[in-house]
């Protein structure tokens, strides 16, 4: 039993089963990263080429840690150094890279639908690392993974997501896979920031945190991203952090277990405070953790699955 | 020539009659029944509807300055291959067409074609940059048919008070592309459930309707007569409704792709086709747009032409090119959704893509009636074809309705008499 | 595809109860006792054995060796042929430093499963020695394997399947030739 998608481009496409495998298997492989030696054979001789098209020193990093923990082969291409930068068109890198028989792309952009587009020009399969403000599927697995580890489910839970909720991928996949998954996302945010059609995605959006607060099990952070705004639409950092910032007081507003995530990394002082930050129910260093072993799963369930169907 | 036995519609007329027709040079020399054939060539024309050559009052065929996309030439082809007598073609070219020496090269270039006419709309400002008057009398004396800063909206209400009364001196329409940039800046997909779902930034129709009120109201302060380009939202079309019931100068006109296609059209896959200006919008609002050409409160049918090459497509969708390629389908296309299956009138339809767009542009009228120009398009509604590279005669291929399978097209063409389309190809 | 049961049953619960007894005395005696010696069972049924063969030493010796299992997925080198639906946790709550490992599987066959448990093994320390049991030797090997422990040698027809039964995965107790099917379960291929 494979995945029921050749790429991981987007959380909408995942079933239950699909993201069950990926957290089961994640398990696994997070027993591998507990050992002395952290490596596995799995994908030996495999060639995996990490194209980001946009800088992230974190994201490469947990990808490129669980590709060499799998035994895999890979390439790094960056921005500065990609001829995408020199005009030439991104079907004819993509080919090109192709043309080297490589088995996988691992894709950051900021445009949202890039990966889609490199599946479309590869036999390879893709693994969309985030693509503009669309989705960031991968962090959505490591979210999941890190509440079910936390709560031991993930149906029923309610998770608050609060931040800059249009300009974000991180949002974009984490709502479709925890409603797949049976729990129930609640947007909160300054309506500069809300999505547009928040019926889209069936959820609730509010600009009440500290109504919302005491009735989630998972206060996720967004990283408030002022590069991707295209315009100041709030006053100041200092006014967000009092109107949506997690500090002492909305931390003793927070249900008895209940769980504070952020996608990295963090803005302190914005939307998390110190002392919170680094509380015992930010579970912000075991997300990171969880990054490696669920990518490692991905991987492993993307290319192992692929030779089903020759 | 004489066309036999052909369903000849033409409301300006009160026609609608099976009938010969004789074209005599230039013009229709006789429209009766049972006409005597002579020596004339004959042409066929049972089964199918002769109505007067159409009209597309928005076009782009980007010569001079971005031959690469279209030229003049390939652009004709494709407005002869719709079925089009006559096309007027926007003025955001490199250089912008904003003096009388660009717009009569544009002319003398469709000339030199010897099919469709190509009919310039000058630019209002220069360069269309929105800030200084363009020279709009020695446009008009050049041939000149409208004017417009098309691509962008005049941002300056000032600006745009200024444009619009001085066209007022002359016998000529504004042609308003309605956008407020500040509203639309970075969109590239319609605001809500298509920018949510597409994660990308969204385009509100307040962007549009905005724009659109203020330059109802410009309207009522200078006179001048004003035309919507593109409308693409129903609150757009009540705006314009509201502006006609007050008995102001006001038109509009829509596209087929704002008609029959949606943002739920746009998928996962990133159609960079289907990437427009203004975007595609809610199925809510191309109900009220085909509602809108049914009553006749939207004027015409507008193609907004819009050649990229394929570099410029096969692309991320956030930084392709906005716009369709639509000479060839247009007439297909509404013939498919709306007339064939009985929602629109061939009587509107003659008025919508042939009779308002040459009323808003001041040509002379086309009748079908013995003394008129013969500018006349034979439509054959029943044969079905597919929309492929081989139908195209564009020099790009951006058609957002690659694939389709249509019925009905346009059999032939004459332009003052030359039979340019002849069974479908182009002479 | 309906089963046509087993063409033959090699050995039944009293003569696997019976070998588990011998291949612990046998290791007791090879290893001069149990004092560095630790089970580590290849899932599912090798881990199974290696928790019966516990007892029988606990039995002889009095203590009870460690005991840990392996799941040797990520070491498959069919990995794009054969992708395991579940997998089932390593565990080994021990250092292999410097112990003695016995690695547990119910049927050796090909060798690559024993291969592909070394190498894991290899990736957890450095034992002292590794020794290899098995319930049954079906021949047919591919790499160069040999088990120091072996319940019975069964010559068997590469179109056989040689399952062997355990009480916490099967519910009953045997060793038995079937035809072999697609996709048949359990047994090293």
Redesign the interface.
Known sequence: MALSVKHLLDTVSLTADDITQILDTGRSFAEVNSRAIKKVPALRGRTIVNLFLEPSTRTRSSFELAEKRLSADSLNMGGSTSSVVKGESLADTIQTISAMNVDMFVCRASLAGTPHLIAENTDAVVINAGDGKHQHPTQAMLDLYTMREHFGHLNGLKVAIIGDLSHSRVAGSLVPALKTMGATPILVGPPTFQVSDPAYWGVEQTSDLDAVIPEVDVVYLLRVQLERMGGAVIPSKREYNRLFGVDERRRALMRPGSIICHPGPMNRGMEIMHEVADAPEAKVLDQVTAGVATRMAEMYLLLGGEGVAH | MLIRNVRSIDPQVGLDDVLDVRIVGKRIAEVGAGLSAGDDEMLDGTGKVLVPGLVDMHVHFREPGFEYKEDIASGVRAATKGGFSDVATMPNTDPVTDTGTSVRYQIDRGIEEKKTRVRPIGALTRGEKGEALAEIGDMIEAGAVGFSDDGHGVQSAGMMRTCMAYVSQFDRAVIAHSEVDSLT??GVVN???A????????WPALGEELEIMRDIELCRLTGCPLHVAHISTARSLELVRAAKADGLPVTCEVTPHHLFLTEDDIT???ETNLKMNPPLRTPDDAVALIEGLVDGSIDCIVTDHAPHAK?EK??????AAFGTIGLETSLPLVLTNLVLPGRLSWQRLVEAMAISPRRILRLDPVKIEAGSRADLTLVDPRATFTVDLDYLESKSTNSAFLGAELTGRPADLFVSGRHVLVCGEVA | MAEQGPKARIMDERDMRRTLTRIAHEVVEANEGIEDVALVGIVRRGADLAELLADELEAIEGTRPPVGSLDISFYRDDVVRHIQPVLHATNIPFSVDGKDIVLVDDVLYTGRTVRGALDAIMDFGRPDTVQLAVMVDRGHRELPIRADYVGKNVPSATDEDVRVSLPETDGAMAVEIWDAEADQPGGER
Do not use: P
Request: charge should be negative; aromatic fraction near 14%.
């Open positions: 800046k970075n605001e809500g459930r920018s949510t779902r597409l994660g990308m930034f969204g996962d896959a990133y570099h096969d692309c991320e969708f956030e930084i």
